[in-house]
């Protein structure tokens, strides 16, 4: 083999070991679909949490204006999801037999318990001069 030969040998060697270095860097997603947390970690599935919120309207001989709110915490999974350890923010005093205080700005939705998919997690209505107040889900396993 020549020189010419040997040096053109490298430089395709060189690339196509590149080539592979790089083989799939460049994709929308470092996995398949099918890429799984280890089994021992769950899932943050916050997002199969529904939290709806309703004006009722206002309190009947109410002079202070203030409006009733009926709230629904449910587990929307279409891919029926059992949900557990859903916290939501903490932002209406909450209820002691639906919610228990885990930290400052956090409360745990029916002491962790599993719900099922499509089950209501926990309905209540509340009174308020402000208006609605902010409810989020934080976090939610499966």
Not at 7 to 16: E, K, P, T
Not at 24 to 48: A, E, F, Q, V
Not at 54 to 71: A, I, M, N, Q
């Amino acid at each position: 083999m020549g020189r010419f030969q040997s040096a053109a040998a490298a430089v395709v060697v060189s690339l196509l070991l590149l080539f592979l270095a790089t083989d799939g860097m460049y994709t929308t997603s470092p996995c398949s679909s099918s890429c799984r947390p280890p089994p021992d970690l769950p899932y943050n599935c916050k997002y199969d949490v529904d939290i709806s919120q309703e004006d009722e309207g206002p309190v009947p001989d109410d002079p202070f204006g203030r409006r009733t709110f009926s709230v629904e915490i449910m587990n929307t999974s279409v891919s029926g999801k059992v949900l557990s350890n859903v916290t939501v923010s903490r932002a209406v005093d909450p209820r002691p037999n639906d919610f228990r205080h885990i930290s400052e700005s956090e409360c745990l939705v029916n002491d962790g318990d599993p719900m099922t998919s499509a089950q209501t997690m926990v309905m209540f209505k509340y009174q308020s001069e402000a208006g609605q107040y902010p409810l989020a889900v934080t976090s939610a396993s499966c």
